[in-house]
């Protein structure tokens, strides 16, 4: 694992977002991996600006997206599929039918999951994935006791994952019980992999990725597995 450590949270940003843009110039087709959450916002941020300036155009991009609640409606304000519009979609020229996100309203969950995996496969892998790390190690939403052999998949969400995005809801009830989430083995297929880490929050999950050994209680471990992965952590991420 190569390990970058940066000032703060606008040089974690500006570092991921070279790395897409990189990705985007060498690649005919490129496919990104996708994250959501608070890590990567301002990293989208700058790429949209790097857009705006003619420096960088989404045309040929294809995204997968790594999860999405399980009843959420695409429009809901707390879905992935509006965070994905507001933060870099509807801000760039992708073509929509370019962007993929797990379809958490599907009737029948487990069929999207094949469907998902499926198209992972006839776009996939992607060149490159980013990736945030929840406190409790996990990547995506594969919660610790995920199996590290696991396609995409329907996931319970931890109690602890569920109180750490209670953040973004009006109140802790309202965080979906479940989720979608491209499994350990669909994410590991990626080509490269940059993890993202900021802010005290994370120096405990930081430390027991550098330190430890693969273990299903601890999901990003499994990055150990593969051979090209970027973590990119500020000094607070850092700090243990
Ligand atoms: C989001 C995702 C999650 C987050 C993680 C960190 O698509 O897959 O693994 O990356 O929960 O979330 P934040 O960035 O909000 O701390």
Do not use: W
Not at 74 to 94: G, T, W
Not at 152 to 168: M, P
């Amino acid at each position: 694992m190569d390990i970058v450590i940066v000032k703060n949270y606008i040089e974690m940003s500006k570092y991921a977002a070279g790395l897409v843009g990189d990705c985007i110039r060498e690649n005919d087709q490129p496919v990104l991996g996708l994250a959501t959450g608070g890590t990567p916002v301002g990293m989208y941020q700058l790429l949209v600006r790097q857009y705006r300036a003619g420096l960088l155009s989404f045309k040929n991009v294809r995204t997968f997206n790594l999860d999405e609640y399980i009843g959420l409606d695409p429009a809901h304000s707390k879905s992935y599929h509006r965070y994905m519009q507001e933060h870099l979609f509807s801000h760039v020229d992708i073509p929509r039918d370019q962007t993929f996100i797990p379809d958490g309203m599907a009737g029948n969950l487990q069929k999207e999951c094949r469907h998902y995996e499926k198209l992972l496969k006839k776009f996939g892998p992607p060149d490159l994935q980013i990736l945030g790390i929840g406190e409790n190690g996990h990547i995506g939403f594969n919660e610790p006791g995920s199996d590290f052999d696991g396609p995409t998949h329907v996931i319970r969400l931890a109690d602890s994952t569920r109180e750490a995005n209670a953040r973004y809801f009006q109140s802790p009830d309202e965080v979906p019980s479940h989720a979608i989430t491209m499994g350990v083995k669909s994410i590991l297929r990626s080509k490269k992999i940059v993890l993202l880490a900021s802010g005290e929050r994370k120096a405990a999950a930081v430390k027991r990725l550098l330190e430890g050994k693969p273990d299903p209680d601890f999901p990003a471990s499994a990055l150990s597995h593969h051979q090209h992965v970027i973590l990119i952590a500020d000094k607070k991420a850092f700090g243990e």
